[in-house]
């Protein structure tokens, strides 16, 4: 096996790998982060949020025009920390944060979401009308969907609350993908036939736009023109 022969079987493997998203606010963000081999980590940045040296690949999210439509690129998205502010947008139906957006898009699309809500512990013990109307909200959130972790989001038995989490399972795609369409394709036209797919190979007549080309790169997918 030459190197080249090794290094194309190693990209493959990788991007066999299930794609988890991780949402960080500044406050969450960590300097370093070093990633088990059995999943393909993807960053995603709140506004304001430090660009961190170490975490790739990462995106900012102010600076996706369709936040939502990430989740079609994802198995699965976590939540550390999750602000009050992304429950809200969540319990509104109406995001209208970036990252509320994607959030709202892993559960439109039926992708898992964990949501880390361990300060809320705290509030556990409010009694009355709006310790009701608390543990109500935390219920509408696992109705939508959400997977609740830490403090009240897990049973007494620290078990989880809410639906069962699958384990993301990959299925067995091309790994070759051709466009042979004349005219431009945008990333959000490319990003739900990308799983699997090892290499994009472009007609003579089809162009990608700056934006798709960029993210092809940062995922390691090669691009063949011609």
């Given at each position: 096996?030459?190197?080249?022969?090794?290094?194309?079987?190693?990209?493959?493997?990788?991007?066999?790998?299930?794609?988890?998203?991780?949402?960080?606010?500044?406050?969450?963000?960590?300097?370093?982060?070093?990633?088990?081999?059995?999943?393909?980590?993807?960053?995603?940045?709140?506004?304001?949020?430090?660009?961190?040296?170490?975490?790739?690949?990462?995106?900012?999210?102010?600076?996706?025009?369709?936040?939502?439509?990430?989740?079609?690129?994802?198995?699965?998205?976590?939540?550390?920390?999750?602000?009050?502010?992304?429950?809200?947008?969540?319990?509104?139906?109406?995001?209208?944060?970036?990252?509320?957006?994607?959030?709202?898009?892993?559960?439109?699309?039926?992708?898992?979401?964990?949501?880390?809500?361990?300060?809320?512990?705290?509030?556990?013990?409010?009694?009355?009308?709006?310790?009701?109307?608390?543990?109500r909200s935390l219920e509408?959130?696992?109705?939508?969907?959400?997977?609740?972790?830490?403090?009240e989001g897990e049973g007494?038995?620290?078990?989880?609350?809410?639906?069962?989490?699958?384990?993301?399972?990959?299925?067995?795609r091309p790994r070759e993908?051709?466009?042979?369409?004349?005219?431009?394709?945008?990333?959000?036209?490319?990003?739900?036939?990308?799983?699997?797919?090892?290499?994009?190979?472009?007609?003579?007549?089809?162009?990608?736009?700056?934006?798709?080309?960029?993210?092809?790169?940062?995922?390691?997918?090669?691009?063949?023109?011609?």
């Open positions: 096996m030459t190197v080249l022969d090794g290094l194309v079987e190693k990209a493959l493997r990788r991007l066999a790998l299930p794609r988890v998203g991780l949402l960080w606010w500044y406050e969450t963000a960590p300097e370093s982060f070093v990633p088990p081999e059995t999943v393909s980590w993807i960053h995603y940045l709140a506004p304001g949020c430090v660009f961190p040296r170490d975490l790739r690949p990462a995106y900012r999210l102010s600076l996706l025009s369709a936040p939502e439509e990430e989740a079609l690129t994802l198995d699965m998205l976590v939540v550390p920390a999750a602000r009050v502010e992304l429950l809200r947008d969540l319990l509104d139906g109406l995001p209208a944060s970036p990252e509320g957006r994607l959030a709202a898009g892993c559960l439109g699309a039926r992708r898992p979401l964990l949501l880390d809500v361990s300060a809320l512990a705290r509030w556990s013990s409010w009694s009355g009308p709006i310790g009701s109307l608390h543990r509408r959130l696992r109705d939508l969907g959400c997977v609740l972790l830490g403090g007494g038995d620290g078990s989880t609350s809410g639906p069962s989490v699958p384990t993301p399972v990959v299925e067995e993908l051709c466009l042979d369409r004349a005219g431009w394709v945008s990333w959000l036209e490319l990003a739900p036939r990308l799983k699997g797919i090892a290499v994009v190979r472009l007609g003579p007549s089809a162009r990608l736009t700056d934006e798709a080309r960029d993210r092809l790169r940062g995922l390691g997918v090669a691009l063949k023109e011609g």
